[in-house]
């Protein structure tokens, strides 16, 4: 078992990535484009042009803020998220898994098409095990759910004390 925790760790520590081969940061607003996945299978993203990190972006109707406000919304009620960025057509949030590793998500209006598209990434390891695309996946089901209809944010509101605005 201690092997195996050593070996976790060296994996881990190997094959970290830096903040900036993560997708966010100072140019995504000018370049409406996400950095590209690595060849790690722990990222998807719906501006990618492969199949193995391609994932759906979220189509809506309504108006581009609203959409936005209700994407921020549904994070508000995720468990362990912080959103760090919060711009005009951009969402960055950090969600924490209960390893205590942080996955990065990222949120970019396409006001023309009615799109959001979407990327996460994990900062740290190799594989994910789908963590990543299956989170994405659950956060478009409530958008939809929830936010598709009119436009309209359903919720009172979110937890302000998990958002850094």
Request: proline share 4%.
């Amino acid at each position: 078992m201690i092997t195996a925790f050593w070996f976790l760790v060296m994996v881990v520590s190997s094959t970290c990535m830096s903040q900036e081969s993560i997708g966010w940061g100072g140019n995504v607003m000018l370049s409406r484009q996400f950095q590209p996945c690595p060849g790690s299978p722990n990222c998807v993203s719906s501006l990618s042009k492969g199949s193995r990190h391609f994932i759906q972006p979220i189509h809506f109707t309504g108006t581009p803020e609203s959409a936005l406000d209700c994407l921020t919304a549904i994070l508000g009620e995720e468990r362990r998220v912080r959103i760090v960025v919060q711009e005009k057509g951009y969402l960055h949030a950090e969600f924490r898994t209960w390893l205590g590793f942080v996955d990065d998500e990222e949120f970019l209006v396409d006001s023309e098409k009615g799109l959001v598209h979407m990327r996460s990434a994990s900062r740290f390891g190799y594989w994910d095990l789908g963590v990543n695309r299956r989170r994405l996946e659950h956060l478009r089901a409530r958008f939809l759910d929830n936010c598709s209809k009119n436009g309209m944010v359903p919720f009172g509101g979110h937890r302000g004390e998990d958002s850094l605005k």
